[in-house]
């Protein structure tokens, strides 16, 4: 009834309006939009236009209303009708440019300014909005020019000076943009647009708490701030709080639904939330309100990747540079996904588009993907730059890429710290009484398919004790096709719970809800981890295992199980983590691994049949120059010997042979094995003589895999966790003498050992009786040492107990 009466009363206005009741009606228009009533003012000018659709002034505001609201396309529609009304006023003319340029059509904006100058040559609002546009359209340098001539004409209002700050914090000075913020601030200490974009500098520079400061005054000063409210969501994101985020960016999309930038933001949370459908609809929603914007298609690449959709992933990372060929962030991401795809020389020749040398992750990521295919390119320099980036208190990237180029456990500390200061840790879970029930042991992982993780742990999964224990698994890997190891363990495993779709925070208070004791990451920072499940706290005690050689800097992460080798009680200060030393070797190993029965000979596989085969099956990522450099030396010095490679990549081998050649070795020496099931891949080592490790990222799984299958690993030890794990595997299977201290150590024992066939075989003889006998392979006595540690960790835990170090006897 009372819409019937209004659409009455508006059919009469409309009937009867005489031109004092227009400019009455418009004049009420004019109020409602400066009082912030936006939709009903629309509806006001909608019902002049009816009645005169020329009104110049009617069409104006309402194109402005459009414009404000993020409607570029009708803002420029009803501008452009005003401005053939009456083309002789300038100040339709930068309304124009400012809905074009949100258009990004950024040359026809410039010339809209241009003549609103001609019209009016010392109109300063057109000067200034000529700069801002200069500013969207990344001609940061002439935008910097521009406000610095309106400053020096005494122009410097606190609007200049924060679009110059803008301009500069384009340029990546942040220093300088600061600056250009503060000296805004000083004329005009509320004035939120500085308090805004202060803000998002420090979002640039990862200095959230900061920018959350500036924000929240920005906010303060100006109530319905949309962009603010989504930048702050950005701060707490960045601070690892996706769910705190969210609201923030939902207020920003409410006050701007057509805001392609605000809805971008939304959309990157969505993502981090696993919140996949929505974030998809987001990111749809934002093409739609701006079809040019570039870094919506990067981010739906990265939606998509996220789902483990990798070459769709790429069709939208290239999409992103149809548009913008400059972008950066669309190809750091296209090369993750061409990682991921194991496309490493593509991965390379995208990661060298990202020209933003200064971001540490950049750096590493590009460095990594050069060890991927063994481009040494400024090797010595690489290194030297990512040493120096790591500083305390600094934002760091792709901790786990430092392990095999450095050899610090000091640098390593810090750079995990700085790379898990992005999430913000839940409260500490409080202690509870002993109860008689089973304590409950949750493993967080991706990899429980055929993966070198659950090949390793099959054996302790089916060995734990289910009177005193119960097992849970939690996977968050892709979704896998049945398999013999999923099958297997899943027979064995009380609880196993796929959770890929859950945010993390939804796995940590499903853990919380179950009543999970012992959470044991299995991931730390390699490739699919979900670091923020236990920052939420999924347990009351969180325990780093197996997947990351080192510490995770993380002060929500309890425990780390090692042994004394792979973390002697010297490098203890360098681990954030309590240390559970286990007897012998902190590696478990699967006694039942398979071994196949086929006899390879050597001629099949591209080896010599009479030469001696040193042999290499590790990642190309860790082979550094320093080591082929001693490799090298070593096939010289052993007349007629070849090196035995896993082949990676074409890329890799192709640079491997080169590298040879450039150190005087026959790039044929190196012989390359191509990928096999793994029963067949072991049984092929029987043909190598002598595995040869790298450093300072040893052998892991691949020094288990060759003694499992009797040969000889010869390592040598540095400082670091990932430096001594092959030390320990051959510790624990009483092989101590192929442990080496020092370079010329390792090549006067290889070369020792290649010349005296005799001393050879007495320690593959030696291999041979002990490998079933040693506690390397023996999986049942390894679970009850975990078993000792779960137990008296938790005791700990139950007495209310810090977590302390401890060893677990034998």
Request: aromatic fraction near 8%; charge should be negative; glycine fraction near 6%.
């Amino acid at each position: 009834m009372a819409s019937s009466k209004k659409t009455q009363a508006s059919q009469l206005f409309t009937q009867s309006a005489r031109p004092a009741d227009l400019a009455a009606e418009l004049q009420r228009a004019v109020a409602l939009h400066r009082a912030g009533q936006w939709a009903q003012a629309g509806a006001a000018y909608e019902r002049i236009l009816a009645l005169q659709p020329g009104n110049f002034s009617c069409l104006h505001l309402l194109g402005v209303l459009m414009l404000q609201g993020g409607r570029h396309a009708d803002a420029e529609r009803l501008i452009s009708q005003a401005i053939g009304a009456q083309p002789n006023t300038a100040t339709p003319y930068i309304n124009l440019a400012l809905a074009q340029s949100g258009q990004h059509k950024y040359d026809n904006a410039l010339d809209s300014i241009a003549k609103a100058l001609a019209l009016q040559p010392d109109l300063v609002e057109a000067q200034v909005n000529r700069g801002a546009i200069l500013v969207q359209a990344k001609r940061s340098q002439e935008a910097v020019d521009q406000f610095d001539r309106l400053i020096s004409t005494g122009h410097g209002t606190a609007e200049v000076w924060t679009n110059r700050g803008i301009a500069l914090a384009q340029l990546r000075h942040y220093p300088d943009a600061l600056e250009s913020y503060r000296k805004a601030l000083s004329i005009a200490p509320a004035f939120p647009k500085a308090h805004y974009n202060m803000g998002t500098a420090l979002i640039e520079t990862r200095n959230y708490g900061d920018a959350l400061q500036a924000l929240d005054r920005a906010i303060s000063s100006h109530p319905n701030y949309a962009e603010a409210f989504s930048a702050k969501g950005q701060a707490l994101h960045g601070l690892g709080n996706p769910g705190e985020a969210k609201p923030w960016h939902e207020r920003a999309a409410a006050l701007k639904p057509h805001a392609a930038q605000i809805l971008l933001s939304y959309a990157n949370c969505l993502v981090d939330l696993r919140e996949y459908e929505a974030a998809h609809r987001t990111i749809e929603a934002a093409l739609s309100a701006d079809p040019q914007l570039a870094d919506a298609y990067v981010a739906g690449g990265h939606l998509l990747a996220c789902q483990w959709r990798h070459e769709d992933a790429l069709a939208n990372y290239d999409r992103a540079l149809q548009i913008n060929p400059l972008l950066e962030s669309a190809y750091f991401f296209k090369a993750t996904s061409e990682m991921a795809l194991k496309r490493y020389a593509d991965a390379l020749q995208s990661m060298q588009r990202c020209t933003e040398s200064g971001r540490f992750d950049t750096m590493l990521a590009r460095q990594y993907c050069r060890m991927m295919v063994c481009d040494w390119t400024d090797f010595d320099g690489s290194v030297q730059r990512i040493r120096e980036e790591i500083q305390p208190g600094k934002p760091a990237e792709l901790a786990f890429s430092l392990l095999s180029l450095i050899d610090d456990p000091a640098l390593h500390l810090i750079a995990a710290s700085n790379f898990a200061s992005k999430w913000k840790p839940a409260a500490t879970l409080s202690p509870k009484s002993h109860g008689t029930g089973k304590i409950k042991i949750g493993y967080y992982s991706a990899d429980f398919h055929d993966h070198a993780t659950t090949f390793l742990m099959a054996e302790l999964f089916e060995s734990h004790d289910t009177e005193r224990f119960e097992i849970y698994a939690f996977s968050f890997g892709p979704a896998q096709a049945a398999s013999r190891m999923l099958e297997r363990i899943t027979r064995k495993l009380d609880h196993f719970i796929e959770v890929r779709g859950k945010s993390d925070e939804e796995i940590a208070a499903l853990s919380r809800s179950l009543g999970i004791d012992v959470a044991v990451d299995l991931k730390g920072f390699t490739t699919d981890a979900r670091f923020g499940i236990f920052a939420a706290r999924c347990a009351p005690l969180q325990v780093s295992y197996l997947g990351y050689p080192g510490t995770t800097g993380a002060d929500f992460i309890d425990y780390v199980i090692a042994d004394e080798t792979v973390i002697p009680e010297s490098q203890q200060a360098h681990y954030t983590e309590k240390v559970i030393y286990l007897p012998h070797s902190y590696q478990v190993n699967d006694s039942q691994r398979a071994i196949s029965s086929r006899v390879f000979e050597r001629q099949e596989l591209g080896l010599p049949q009479q030469a001696f085969v040193f042999c290499c099956f590790n990642s190309s990522n860790k082979i550094l120059p320093a080591t082929f450099d001693a490799w090298m030396r070593l096939l010289r010095n052993v007349d007629g010997s070849v090196l035995w490679l896993l082949q990676s990549n074409t890329p890799a081998m192709q640079n491997l042979r080169k590298e040879a050649e450039a150190r005087g070795v026959d790039g044929m020496r190196l012989v390359f094995a191509e990928y096999m099931p793994l029963e067949e891949h072991l049984a092929r080592y029987r043909l190598a003589d002598l595995f040869i490790d790298t450093f300072p990222y040893n052998a892991h799984t691949t020094a288990s895999d060759a003694l499992w299958a009797g040969l000889p690993v010869l390592t040598r030890t540095g400082q670091s966790f990932a430096s001594r794990v092959a030390a320990s595997l051959l510790t624990a299977i009483g092989l101590p003498e192929l442990i080496t201290h020092t370079p010329a150590d390792f090549e006067a024992k290889a070369i020792a050992l290649a010349q005296d066939p005799g001393s050879l075989r007495a320690i593959r003889d030696k291999l041979d009786h002990q490998r079933l006998r040693s506690p390397l392979f023996d999986g049942v006595q390894f679970t009850r040492h975990m078993e000792s540690a779960y137990i008296a960790m938790h005791e700990r835990y139950c007495q209310g107990l810090a977590p302390a170090a401890m060893e677990i006897k034998a």
